[in-house]
């Protein structure tokens, strides 16, 4: 697997479809006028209705600014982007998803997991933090965990290609530590030396960077059934030297 975050997609579109998390976490905090409401109530409503709407609107606008500060490699920036716009929509997932992308990107893991563990705790339907939190646990080299946490992925959508490709990978590696295992026990186990030298092999061509992971795409229109190609780039810029 290449080292790189890569463009995966993000199943707010289907979701939505089906009924988001997002939507109803906003639902769930928006008043919802009965039948009986007395005019007093009505009109309370409509004076909070703006207030209501300019969360999402505040959430798009510090979505898309963070994204152009994180392709420039202004990660302190997108963060304070971030977080200005979870201050006027704390129940938005893409930002809450890329503030986790944006701090395993600048190094701070710890944060990051626990950014996307909330995620998978209070969303598990939605398989790519489950995927980025196993890409994390990898490059730390908690295995098992890494493996765990893509079988969640891969259970929440068992269509979702990036997660069983990462999966694949993680059993690789997890062939090699058994492997290097045996071989330790038996040094004269050649069964096992050639086995761990295939397995070194395949993971050194096809996984050397570890799990990839994903990153949302563009806000998708709410009646697609199936996820698109993001419309965010692959990969950053490169670094100016």
């Known amino acids: 697997m290449r080292s790189s975050i890569a463009a995966s997609t993000l199943l707010f579109a289907a979701l939505a479809a089906s009924g988001a998390p997002a939507a109803r976490a906003q639902d769930a905090a928006t008043p919802t006028p009965s039948s009986a409401a007395t005019p007093a109530t009505a009109a309370t409503l409509a004076a909070t209705a703006p207030e209501q709407a300019a969360g999402p609107r505040a959430a798009a606008a510090a979505l898309e600014s963070a994204r152009k500060l994180f392709a420039g490699h202004r990660n302190d920036e997108a963060l304070a982007a971030i977080d200005a716009g979870l201050k006027a929509a704390p129940n938005d997932l893409r930002l809450r998803f890329e503030r986790g992308v944006v701090l395993a990107d600048s190094g701070r893991t710890d944060e990051a997991i626990d950014a996307f563990e909330a995620l998978t705790q209070e969303f598990p339907e939605l398989p790519e ?27 929440a ?8 490709e990462n999966l694949g990978d993680i059993h690789l590696r997890l062939a090699e530590r058994a492997y ?5 026990a038996d040094a004269a186990n050649r069964a096992a030396r050639e086995k761990l030298a295939l397995a070194r092999e395949l993971v050194s061509r096809v996984s050397p ?13 709410p009646a697609a059934a199936v996820p698109a190609e993001p419309a965010v780039p692959a990969s950053r810029p490169p670094r100016s030297p």
């Not at 960077?209 to 229109?221: F, H, L, Q, S, V």
Request: net charge positive.
């Open 129 to 155: 933090p489950h995927n980025n939190l196993a890409a994390l646990y990898a490059a730390r080299g908690e295995l098992d965990r890494a493996r765990e946490a893509l079988e969640d992925a891969v259970r």
């Open 157 to 164: 959508l068992p269509s979702y290609s990036l997660a069983n």
């Open 180 to 184: 290097q295992r045996a071989v330790r």
């Open 209 to 221: 960077g570890g799990p990839r992971r994903a990153t949302p795409p563009a806000p998708a229109a």
